[in-house]
């Protein structure tokens, strides 16, 4: 299964500013299909189990605390090449450096409100899938 997908969220930042619908089409535009998808909002505990590999990091107590601020949409994408053309697909983590028509281009309001996540390796696109979806949630 490694290398057709990856696991994505829209942030809190993107879901209160209402665009789910608009960053899900460009998803779909660009040949992405959806296998699982949910809207769940993440406790402190579980954002910090998600980010826990950032834990030494100075960031990582805000980037917790922004995770848990608000709901999130999870899902799991499926398409050839996944993790490389979806991080194409959503820029530059620093939204002002995002190449144009990028969904952090379009959407991200800075680098700790960045709209999105996106997987960086087909082994963490599993292991994060596997933290939100069982096997029975993904079609």
């Known amino acids: 299964m490694a290398g057709n997908i990856t696991f994505t969220m829209i942030k809190p930042d993107a879901v209160q500013s209402g665009y789910i ?3 899900l089409a460009k998803i779909n535009e660009a040949g992405f299909r959806i ?3 949910k809207m769940t909002q993440l406790s402190a505990q579980k954002a910090g189990e998600f980010y826990a590999v950032h ?3 100075p960031f990582y107590g805000e980037l917790v605390s922004f995770m848990s601020s608000g709901p999130i949409v999870a899902a799991i994408l499926e398409k050839d090449n996944a993790v490389e053309d979806f991080r194409t697909l ?6 002002a450096k995002a190449a144009p028509g990028t969904i952090r281009a379009l ?3 800075n680098v700790g409100e960045n709209a999105i996540h996106g997987s960086d390796s087909d082994e963490n696109a599993v292991i994060e899938s596997s ?9």
Do not use: C, N, Q
């Open 21 to 23: 619908g608009a960053i």
């Open 35 to 37: 296998v699982a998808m």
């Open 55 to 57: 834990k030494e990091r």
């Open 90 to 95: 959503i820029g530059a983590t620093d939204p």
């Open 107 to 109: 959407y991200a309001r």
């Open 131 to 139: 933290f939100f979806f069982s096997a029975l949630e993904r079609f």
